[in-house]
């Protein structure tokens, strides 16, 4: 359940965010709307609203909350916008994309993960369109979408990814081994693209070809 104390103190996860730099007010909404202890183990529950990274099922994490508020704000989002996130994990940051009202559409290689996310996001009835499979090869079935989000560090920008982005598209995407650089994506209208750096960050590996 999501009680009020549960709402106090994403109160209070909002001001650390603040203070860490995060701006864009439908970002801190969508986080304020979403009850994050819901996506963690009941273990972890009296520390879901601390701004960091915790474990989750099939060894992966659930994303400290800066990184999920600093990778969407990089998106610039508004609603209607076609989303694909390749990483689903936890679905924490699946939902603050819903809770922005883009039209979703998420990736998750963990078979353990896509079964209980799939299950948690259908009873919180958030609306969007999952699949288990590999994310290197994004879904171009739904292809071409208007943003392309990736919560797991990447070797390089994967072609296919690159391929499904619109033109006037925006991916945001951590590159990188052990520590990634956030990199912002951009498709200009002539289908040029260009890259920009954002900081550093850590993420869990995106593995190619791999459902386990």
């Keep these: 359940m999501d009680q009020h104390r549960h709402k106090g103190q994403r109160g209070k996860l909002i001001r650390t965010l603040i203070q860490k730099g995060i ?17 963690m183990d009941s273990s972890f529950e009296d520390f ?13 994490t659930i994303s400290q909350p800066y990184t999920v508020a600093f990778q969407t704000a990089l998106l610039q989002l508004s609603k209607g916008l076609k989303v ?3 990483g689903t994990g936890s679905g924490y940051q699946a939902a603050v994309l819903c809770e922005l009202g883009v039209k979703l559409y998420t990736i998750e290689r963990q078979k353990e993960l896509f079964t209980q996310t799939r299950s948690l996001m259908s009873k919180l009835r958030y609306n969007l369109r999952m699949k288990f499979g590999d994310g290197f090869a994004g879904m171009p079935t739904f292809a071409p979408f208007d943003r392309i989000i990736v919560t797991c560090g990447a070797p390089d920008i994967p072609l296919e990814l690159l391929k499904q982005l619109k033109k006037g598209g925006r991916m945001v995407i951590p590159v990188g081994n052990d520590t990634q650089q956030m990199k912002l994506v951009k498709k200009d209208e002539a289908g040029e693209v260009s890259v920009e750096n954002h900081g550093d960050f850590r993420f869990v590996p995106m593995l190619p070809n791999r459902s386990s």
């Design 23 to 39: 701006r864009d007010e439908e970002v801190l909404k969508a986080i304020y709307q979403v009850p994050r202890h819901l996506f």
């Design 84 to 86: 694909l996130e390749i």
């Design 48 to 60: 879901a609203y601390q701004d960091k990274a915790f474990p989750i099922a099939a060894d992966q």
